[in-house]
C-alpha cells in the first residue's frame, strides 16, 4: 500500500470524480490508484485528472509520442508505478515494447524516430536532466519541427507528468512494487 | 521532493502524519509535484517580470535588460 491510502472506489461519489476515473481506467495512465490518492482532496483531483488526461491523450502532438516520453520521464523520476503504466490508446494505435525501450536508452542515435521525434525525447530527457541546456537555441531548435502551440502542448505535459510522478515516487518509497500495481 | 525524493518515505509521511491529516498530505504533495514539474518547464521558456521596479509595464525584452541573467527572485533558491 502506497504511503498514503487511496480512497476505496465506494468512498468516492463525486460523479464527476467518478467520471474522471473511469476515463482513467478505460486509458490505462494513470490506472485507478493515483487517482484514488488524489481523491482525498477532489477538487484538486477532479483539476489535476482532468489536465494529465487532456495533456497525454488529446492535442496535436502524437499521443503516442507522448506515451514513448512519459515512459521516460517515470523512469527518470525512479517511479515504478508511473513507468509501469501503458496506454491503452497508444499501444492499440500500434505502440509496442520496443519503441518504448529505444525511446528510454539511446534514442539519439536510433533509426526509429524522425528529427522531430528526437527533438521531442531530447525536450523532456533534458528537462530535468539539464534544464539549463533547455535555452533560446534548444527552443529555436524545436521550432524546426513544431508549432510553438505544439511545444506549449509537449511543455506542459512534461512538466505535469513529470511532477506527478515525484510525488507518486515518493508515495511508493520503500513500499513493494507489487503494492503499488493494480495489474 | 525537490532535491531528494529518495528521502521522502514511510518514515518521512509517518512524521507527516503527526501533523497533517491524509487529504492535507495529499493537497501537499500534490502542489509541490505541481510546481517542481512546472517551475522547471517556466525557467526553460526564460520569463521576465511584466513590470519595472518603478511599477512600468515593460516587454519582455527591456524586461531582461533591467532584470539580467540572474533575476533576484532567485536569490535564496540554491543557485548562488
Known sequence: MPCIEPLAPGEIRDPELRALIERCERLGVPDSLFPRILARVPDYARALLRAMLISHAEGNVDHKLKEIIRVQLARRAADPYFAGLRSAKAMADGLDEAAIAAGCDDYERSPRFSEAEKWALRYADQMYLNPASVDAAFYAGMKQHYSEAQIMELGAFIALHYGMQVFMRTLANGVPASATSEA | ?80
Open chain 2, 1 to 80: 521532493m525537490a532535491t531528494d525524493p529518495a528521502a521522502v518515505g514511510q518514515e518521512f509521511y509517518a512524521g507527516l502524519r503527526q501533523y497533517y491529516s491524509a487529504a492535507e498530505i495529499v493537497e501537499l504533495g500534490s502542489f509541490i509535484g505541481f510546481n517542481l514539474g512546472f517551475h522547471t518547464f517556466f525557467g526553460t521558456l526564460k520569463f521576465y517580470p511584466m513590470f519595472a521596479p518603478d511599477g512600468r509595464l515593460v516587454n519582455q525584452q527591456e524586461s531582461a535588460r533591467i532584470y539580467g541573467d540572474a533575476p533576484a527572485s532567485l536569490v535564496g533558491a540554491g543557485r548562488g
